[in-house]
Every structure is written in structure tokens, then in C-alpha cells.
């Protein structure tokens, strides 16, 4: 089978079938279900064709099947372009192109669609199980190419097994350093599908109430903490996300222009770390509070959120610097403070009552803020992943009649009061805690880990962190969310911290999690950059990389080469040729080498004219080499005799 | 020039020095290798997830891309591996007649540990034919090649190839062995009757040469059947001489260049007597052939009619 247009047998045809459907399962889940089912039926048609051996359907089948499920795709989608129309329309053509396959070279193609296929699964997930069962599936394919180059006699599928897997083992040396060497590029190269990053959690740009406690039912990373001295406790772990300014009596949202520079006076010591930030499709970037730095490529608004400059839609790595006390915006403009007491007009008129009486009674902004976070305490608030649902006047029925609420809830309530009572205030979101991997001694910070608290501004402090959800359940600043919520809620599991030892395992498992995404995924040129000049090749330009990569390849294909080709030497087995050529090998080096057409006898003839004083010594070795390699009987004593006269000859 | 620069160039580039008589090894220098139509493809292939990875960021991607980009130039080695230090030697081809085809056989001996799979034998880049050589083991591969004249065929440069294990890569060895095969003229119809049989002259009993009573021993010749050689004195390291019988004949059958109509032309004449022999043979009958210039004696059997048609086969009309 290597003529390219012999048609192929139904054992390759079930072989490349078996091997595409592995590799497009994945897929299978996220298509829509007329596509997957076209490709099976096409699939199982084609493969009933060649058990049958019925003639494969007319020419002009084919493009009637492609016009329609390219439509079907087009109506699916509204695109055929982008990320999940390319795939859907890839696995529908795989489907036709196996419905149509004759011929070794179409074998090819497919097996090479096989392996694009592969690619587009990593679109999806890269966790370590994907490429486990990736790589199954290249074995796969690659037996199967393997199985179509054999000649007519067909071993059992498990050589065929064995060949690629030997030769994609012995692939992986060079695979390695490919990998670390190939100079990298940042991307994208061009424009990439909006679609491509769809489908990632994380905080948003406005909160509504349920916004958040939607985010706490996700285990998800947000992102991992790597410090380089200790871990603060966890009360300190505020980490700053998107500031909201603007609430239109329902739901709070980040102003659209920032404005001022960002000043601040620290009153602690730095506090060094790196933060891997799982793509999340937005553009901010989060830190403890207060971040001291701003990363490369991102910068700073006066609030003191970090916007990356492009969205976040790779894993991204950053060194950050920050001062768990800090004060800042003391000089705050008179805008920025106008907009911190702005109230819509009309909403929550029971809670403007509350805030005047409270301001009548509490001239003091500090005592007034106390008494706020006092009642919290003290009356019958509860916090709750599954707080009721509020109507109209959110905040009014909040405070009092459901006392039944997530952080956002505390945090909006506490808000409004306090811009009511004509105390500046402001929404901070991100997350607060984190979960420590002692395995890899780095912080874990999970999408449940969500928060919301508040700032309020004091003329003589600047803006004040105060965290009402604290007031309410100290718990969950102190514990994580876990050891706040009631019990009945529904926590993630990997959030809530019963059966150890099962916690223990995903800590193990988050922890390689975590090098895979360092080493494997995150493989940055930033990150080449740190390995090359670990290793000790420092600036390098992808020119001298280039060079690099050009010599180590050929270095190893060489290695690889002498390793295959050692093989190819014809293996002397018999132990008394062996001792043979050994006494021919000591009378080459004297000058003395045997014809390789010239037997033992003629040898030692030509020998004894040439050097007469060896005669005895080679009449008694041939001789007895003759009678040990012709003669009948195997004579041990004889060969050690023959091994014994060889070892004491010289010429 | 640029023809004779070329040729120069073929020539030392693929070492290719004429017939070659042994064994011939296929040493390193001999092995050439060169990317399939397929391999070219999957290298593309290779450079679109290359970019699809750089767009998207996709580690794995480029695990991916990298694995297999290391894998397409081990498989390289492997497909060179599949053809490389095979020792090969030419077998002895069958005479056939003219308008069959001639089978020549070449045994391809694989004295190393790995098993060699696929390798293919062909003429013409058209027809070929695979065999799979185990370690330390001989296969023999056949080709047939149309022999479409009477004489000595020779299969020209017949070229061993390999893709395996993975299509990627043809790798090649010119092999111009020392093969010939001998071509019968191409029997005529059957229809002519044989010619009519000379009586002997003097009567009674003729010695001639049958099959029935030992009567004597002469040298060997090439084409003599086996069955007739004299191996007891082979085996006293005296030569080789073919026994000879002798039966009754009460005949001469001349099958004679002269006795065909002149309109025919020598070819045709060749043909006819071709088919005289096939018929006289196949009759049993002892018969004799002369041609211009060249007379094979009065005999029977398989041998006579070996030499016969080698006679037929390798005459040159005087012109």
C-alpha cells in the first residue's frame, strides 16, 4: 500500500474512522447536535460503503452536502468565520472528506486534517487530561499512517502501535528543545475572531445584586499568588479590581473616563510578589491593596484599578509590588467628590430617611460610619450565597425587610447610606482571601473568592477601606467564604474545605496545574527570555536563537542518526567468527588483510609465503577455526582453545 | 554540453557505474532520500498550526506543532533506516519467449536486527512490487519486464524504494545489476506441418542420441538437463559431463533455415522454427536444427531443446 492512488482497505478506513471520531469527541458537546450528527451519519455511511463494497455516492453528492452544512453553520453561528463556525465547519468537511475517500493520498489528507483537528481542541481546554487524551489520539493517527505504508501483509495493529510510538518517543528530545529555543513571538499575528476568548468568568465592569454570589458558585482560578517573603493573613488579602463610582439606584458601574494621576504615602513596608492572572476577557488586572507598581504594558487611573492595555486573553504574568497601608487621595478635586455623593433621584427613599436621621444624630463622620457597621452587626443581618430576590428599591428592601444578602448587597447598602448621609464613598471590587497551596507554597485565589466592599473619604485620611460584609460575618474575612456561608448553600466543593483528604489530592493536582500552566502554556517570550538567561544566554536576539536552535537540532538529529543507523550493522553472532575476525582484525594492522573474497585456507597459505615465522601459529588457528565452524560438533573446550591461541597471537 | 554536464553530474551524484556483478550493499552513499508529495503537504500543514499557535498563544500548540514537526524528521532516519546496508543480489531469470514477460528476481538479504517493511522494486516508477525483509533474513522481490525481442533481455537500472513507515519521504537506490534473461524467439502459429523426416541413411538400427541405453559421457553444456549430469564423476572432481543414451531412431528430422518458403523474412523464419522445435519436442521426436552458419546436432529431449531455442534466440542473420 504506497502506491498514493491505490485505494485503501476497509481495515485503514475503519482504522482512520476510529482515530478522527477520538480525536473529534471533544468537540462533540460544544457543536450542535444536527452537525455531529451529520458527521457520524457520513461516517458510518462511508464505512458501511467498504463493508459492503458498494461503489462510494456520485460526484455530485458531495457538494450538495457541503453547500448544506455550510449553510447550517452560516444560520448556527450567523458567521462561518471565527472560532467555533472554522471547527464546526471542519469537522462537518472531515466528515466528507472520509465519505469520499478512495485512495491512500486521501488517506493522507485526512490523517493531516486529524491532526489540525487535534489543534483546534486546544482552543478549548489545555489542561493536562486534554493533552493526555491528545496525545493518545496523535498515537493514534500516527499508527494508522504507520498502518498505511505497510506492504500487503498487514501485522497486527499493535506493531504498528509500537513503530509510532517509538518514533514519536524518540521525538521528543528534539520536541524539547524546539520548544524552549523556537524563537518566540508575542501574538496575535493578526486580527483574532471576537469569539475566540468567550465564555470566561470573572468580575465585571458593573454589580448588580446576585452578580456575585453567581461568581461564588465558581471554582474556577482567577488567579495564583507566588510571594517572595511570606504570606500576609488572610484579613489583609484585599485584592483591587474594577472601582465602581456611578450606581443608578440599582446597580453600580465603573465611570467610563478616569481621571487624575495616582499619589499615595505608604506606611508599611513592600510587600513583593507575582500574580499568573487566568485570561478573563477584560482588561484588569488585580493586586493587593495597595498596588505600589504599575506591570509592563498597563497602567494606572487615580482610583487604582490596573488596566492592562489590551485585554487579558492569555494567561498573563506580572511582578507586582504593593503596601497593605497606604494612604492615598487625600487631594481628591472637587469632581471626583461630587461624583462620590451622587444619588439617582427617586429610589431607596426609606434609606435616605434612615441616613438623615443617622447624620442628625452622628455630626462625626467616623462615629457615623461605626454606627452603620454596628447595626450590621448587631440586628438580624445574615449573610447568604442565596439572598431573596429585591425589586424596585433594592437597597430599601435590603435594609429592611429581607436582611438577607452577599457582600454586594452590604457593600451597595453601605454605599448608599453613606453618600445619603453626604460621606463620599465608593464600591471596590475583587477578590478577598485566596486559598495557600503548601505543596508550592502559593496563594490560590478562586472566582468564589469574589468580593465587594467599599471606600469612604475622610478630608483629613483620603479614602478609608471599610468592609461591611466584615461588620456582618468577620468570618468570611478571616476564613474564606466557606466558613461564612450556611452550610445548606451551594458552595463549590473545592471551596468548602470538608473531606481533607480529598482536598489534599487537589491541592497536588492545582499545584501541577499550576507548573503546567508556568512551563507548558505560559511560555511567553518573557518567560524565554528568563530560561535563556538562566542558562546563561543573555539578549537574545531571535537571530543568535536561531543559530542556537540550528545547532542543538542538528546535534541531536545527528545523536538520532548514529543511534538508528547502528542498527543497520550486520550483528555477527557466532562466537567463533567472532574470534575469528578478531585474529584477522590483529593481522590487518600489520599490513596483513584478508581478501574479502579469500577463505580461511587460501589466507593462510598467502600468510605462510608472506610471513613463513607465523606459520605454526596461524596453521594451528585456522585449522582449528575450520573444524570448530564446519566440523559437526560444537566443542566448547575447542573454542576456548581457538579464544586462548587468538589472545596470545601476534604478529 | 549542458547534456553531457548533466549526465556527468547524474552519474557521480547516484554512482552509477553499469552492471554490477555479486552482491551488492547498499552502503549509505547509495541511499538517497527526497520528501514525497504527502511530506510536503504535512510540512505545510506543520507551518499553518505553527502560525495558528503564534496567533492564539496555544501552548500546547506548539507542543503539538513540535512533536510532530520532530517526528517527520525522525521518520526521515527511519525511511532511510528501511532501505540502508540491504545487501542485494540478482537472481537467475528464466527464458521466456517473446511477447511474455521476463521475471527477474532480486533477493534482497537483511543481515541487521531491524525488521524492513515495504520495500518496494520497480522499472518504471509505474508497477512495483513490495516486500517486507525480516532481521537477519533474505526475501526475494520480483519484477516482470515485457521482453518484446528475441535475445538476451536486460532489465536496464531497476530502482529500490521505500516510504515507510510514513509516506512522508521516498528514499531510493539505483541497483544495475548483472541480470540478463534469455528471450525466445516468439513461436509461430501452429499450423505448419514439421517438415518430413530424411531417412537415415544405411538401414537397420541408427545410433542416435535417446533417452533409452547409457552410451557414453561427453563435456557439459550449458542448457543440458540436470537429471542427465554425470554426478557420481562430478563428484570425483573430474568436470562436468552429461550422460548420453542412445535410442532408436529410425529417422533424421531436420528442422532447416532452408526449408521455409524464401518469402518469409528471417524473423518470421525464426518464429516457424520456434515452433517446430515446441512441436518436434513436445512429440518426442530427436530432431536437429540448422541455421546459417550454425547446426545444432541430431537429439531428443529437454535439453536439445534448450539448446535449440538459445540457438534461435541468439542468431544474428548475416546480412
Known amino acids: ?651 | 554540453m549542458y547534456a553531457a554536464l548533466k549526465n556527468q553530474l547524474y552519474n557521480w551524484l547516484f554512482q552509477l557505474r553499469g552492471p554490477e556483478t555479486g552482491v551488492v550493499v547498499l552502503v549509505q552513499r547509495r541511499v538517497f532520500i527526497l520528501p514525497t508529495r504527502q511530506g510536503i503537504a504535512f510540512a505545510a500543514v506543520l507551518l499553518m498550526m505553527l502560525t495558528g499557535s503564534i496567533n492564539y498563544s496555544l501552548g500546547l500548540g506548539f507542543v503539538l506543532t513540535f512533536l510532530l514537526g520532530a517526528m517527520a524528521i525522525n521518520g526521515m532516519l527511519y525511511t532511510f533506516r528501511n532501505l540502508a546496508n540491504l545487501r542485494v543480489t540478482g537472481g537467475r531469470a528464466l527464458p521466456v519467449f517473446a511477447g511474455d514477460t521476463a521475471k527477474f528476481t532480486v533477493h534482497l538479504e537483511n543481515g541487521s536486527d531491524t525488521d524492513r517493511h515495504a520495500v518496494g522494486l520497480t522499472r518504471d516508477r509505474k508497477e512495483a512490487a513490495f516486500v517486507d525483509v525480516p532481521a537477519r533474513a533474505t526475501a526475494p522481490a520480483s519484477i516482470g519486464i515485457p521482453a518484446a525481442r528475441r535475445g538476451l533481455l536486460r532489465p536496464g537500472r531497476l530502482t529500490l524504494f521505500t516510504r515507510f513507515p510514513l509516506g512522508l519521504y521516498h528514499s531510493w537506490a539505483y541497483l544495475q545489476l548483472d541480470m540478463q534473461c534469455l528471450v525466445y524467439p516468439r513461436p509461430a502459429a501452429p499450423g505448419m506441418p514439421l517438415p518430413p523426416a530424411a531417412s537415415s541413411v544405411g538401414a537397420g538400427i541408427e545410433r542416435g542420441r535417446g533417452q533409452e541405453d547409457f552410451s557414453g559421457l561427453r563435456q557439459y553444456h550449458a542448457g543440458d538437463s540436470p537429471r542427465h549430469i554425470a554426478w557420481k564423476v562430478a563428484a570425483r572432481d573430474q568436470g562436468l559431463f552429461t550422460k548420453q543414451f542412445s535410442g532408436r531412431t529410425e529417422t533424421e528430422l531436420w528442422l532447416d533455415w532452408a526449408l521455409l518458403p524464401a518469402s518469409l523474412d528471417p524473423e518470421e523464419r525464426l518464429s516457424q522454427l520456434t515452433r517446430w522445435v515446441l512441436d518436434a519436442h513436445a512429440a518426442g521426436l530427436s530432431f536437429g536444427l540448422r541455421l546459417p552458419g550454425k547446426t545444432v546436432g541430431m537429439a531428443a529431449g529437454e535439453a536439445q531443446r534448450e539448446r535449440c531455442l538459445e540457438t534461435l534466440a541468439l542468431f544474428e542473420a548475416a546480412s
Not at chain 1, 458510518?44 to 453547500?67: C, E, N
Not at chain 1, 496575535?188 to 461564588?216: C, H, K, N, Q
Not at chain 1, 493587593?288 to 492569555?314: C, F, M, N, W
Not at chain 1, 590487518?588 to 585456507?601: F, I, M
Open chain 1, 1 to 651: 500500500m504506497t502506491d498514493p492512488k491505490q485505494a485503501i482497505a476497509l481495515r485503514h478506513l475503519l482504522l482512520l474512522t476510529l482515530s478522527l471520531t477520538m480525536v473529534a469527541a471533544p468537540h462533540a458537546a460544544r457543536l450542535p447536535w444536527w452537525l455531529v450528527a451529520l458527521a457520524a451519519v457520513l461516517a458510518a455511511w462511508r464505512a458501511y460503503l467498504a463493508y459492503a463494497r458498494l461503489r462510494l455516492p456520485s460526484r455530485w453528492l458531495l457538494p450538495l452536502i457541503v453547500i448544506t452544512a455550510t449553510l447550517g453553520v452560516y444560520f448556527h453561528y450567523r458567521t462561518i468565520f471565527g472560532r467555533d463556525a472554522g471547527v464546526a465547519l471542519l469537522v462537518a468537511m472531515l466528515g466528507l472528506k472520509l465519505l469520499e475517500t478512495r485512495s491512500l493520498r486521501d488517506a493522507m489528507l485526512l490523517i493531516f486534517l486529524g491532526y489540525f483537528l487535534v489543534i483546534t481542541n486546544f482552543f478549548y481546554s489545555q489542561t493536562i487530561l486534554t493533552a493526555l487524551y491528545m496525545l493518545a489520539c496523535i498515537w493514534m493517527i500516527t499508527a494508522v499512517m504507520v498502518d498505511l505504508h505497510h506492504a500487503h501483509a498487514e501485522p497486527p495493529f499493535r506493531a504498528q502501535l509500537h513503530t509510532a510510538g517509538a518514533l514519536l518517543a524518540k521525538s521528543v528530545p528534539l520536541m524539547l528543545v524546539l520548544f524552549l529555543l523556537f524563537p518566540r513571538v508575542p501574538g496575535p499575528l493578526w486580527g483574532i475572531p471576537r469569539d475566540a476568548f468567550a465564555g470566561v468568568s470573572g468580575l465585571s465592569d458593573t454589580m448588580t445584586p446576585g452578580s456575585l454570589s453567581e461568581l461564588a458558585l465558581s471554582d474556577a482560578v482567577a488567579f495564583r499568588v507566588k510571594f517572595t517573603s511570606s504570606i500576609p493573613e488572610t484579613r489583609h488579602l484585599y485584592w483591587r479590581g474594577p472601582v465602581m463610582w456611578d450606581f443608578d439606584g440599582r446597580s453600580w458601574s465603573v465611570p467610563r473616563f478616569l481621571y487624575g494621576t495616582p499619589r499615595f504615602t505608604t506606611g508599611s513596608r513592600p510587600i513583593d510578589y507575582e500574580v499568573t492572572l487566568e485570561p478573563h476577557n477584560k482588561r484588569w488586572l488585580f493586586a493587593l491593596d495597595l498596588p505600589g507598581k504599575v506591570p509592563p504594558r498597563a497602567q494606572a487611573s487615580s482610583d487604582y484599578q490596573l488596566y492592562s492595555h489590551e485585554p487579558v486573553i492569555t494567561r498573563l504574568r506580572y511582578e507586582m509590588t504593593s503596601y497593605l497601608e497606604a494612604s492615598y487621595g487625600m487631594e481628591e478635586g472637587r469632581y471626583p467628590i461630587r461624583r462620590a455623593l451622587a444619588l439617582p433621584e427617586g429610589f431607596n427613599p426609606r434609606t435616605l430617611e434612615l441616613a438623615g436621621t443617622l447624620r442628625a444624630k452622628f455630626p462625626d463622620d467616623r462615629a457615623l460610619v461605626g454606627e452603620v457597621l454596628g447595626m450590621f452587626r448587631n440586628e438580624n443581618f445574615f449573610y447568604t450565597l442565596t439572598p431573596p430576590l429585591l425589586g424596585e428599591n433594592p437597597v430599601d428592601e435590603f435594609l429592611f425587610s429581607t436582611r438577607r444578602g452577599f457582600c454586594e448587597h452590604y457593600a451597595s447598602a453601605f454605599a448608599v447610606l453613606m453618600r445619603a448621609a453626604g460621606i463620599p464613598a465608593r464600591i471596590v471590587t475583587g477578590y478577598q482571601g485566596g486559598e495557600v497551596n503548601q505543596l508550592g507554597d502559593y496563594l490560590i485565589v478562586r472566582q468564589a473568592d469574589a468580593h465587594a466592599w467599599t471606600e469612604v473619604w475622610f478630608k483629613d485620611r483620603g479614602w478609608v477601606r471599610v468592609d461591611p460584609t466584615a461588620a456582618v460575618s468577620p468570618l468570611r474575612v478571616e476564613s474564606g467564604i466557606s466558613a461564612a456561608v450556611p452550610l445548606t448553600d451551594p458552595l463549590p466543593l473545592l471551596v468548602r474545605g470538608d473531606f481533607e483528604f480529598l482536598r489534599q489530592m487537589l491541592l497536588t493536582w492545582d499545584l501541577m496545574a499550576n507548573s503546567w500552566n508556568q512551563w507548558v502554556l505560559g511560555y511567553t517570550p518573557e518567560r524565554q527570555r528568563q530560561f535563556l538567561a538562566k542558562v546563561g544566554i543573555d539578549d537574545a536576539t531571535w537571530q543568535t536563537l536561531a543559530a542556537i536552535l540550528f545547532c542543538v537540532t542538528g546535534l541531536i538529529v545527528a545523536v538520532l542518526a548514529v543511534l538508528t543507523l547502528r542498527q543497520l550493522r550486520t550483528r555477527v553472532h557466532d562466537p567463533v567468527k567472532i574470534a575469528y575476525l578478531r585474529f584477522c582484525s590483529k593481522l590487518r594492522h600489520k599490513g596483513l588483510p584478508r581478501d574479502p573474497a579469500e577463505g580461511p585456507v587460501d589466507y593462510a597459505n598467502r600468510l605462510e609465503r608472506l610471513r613463513p615465522d607465523l606459520s605454526p601459529a596461524v596453521a594451528a588457528i585456522t585449522g582449528l577455526y575450520i573444524s570448530l565452524r564446519y566440523g559437526t560438533e560444537a566443542d566448547v573446550t575447542g573454542l576456548r582453545e581457538l579464544r586462548r591461541r587468538i589472545r596470545q597471537f601476534s604478529a
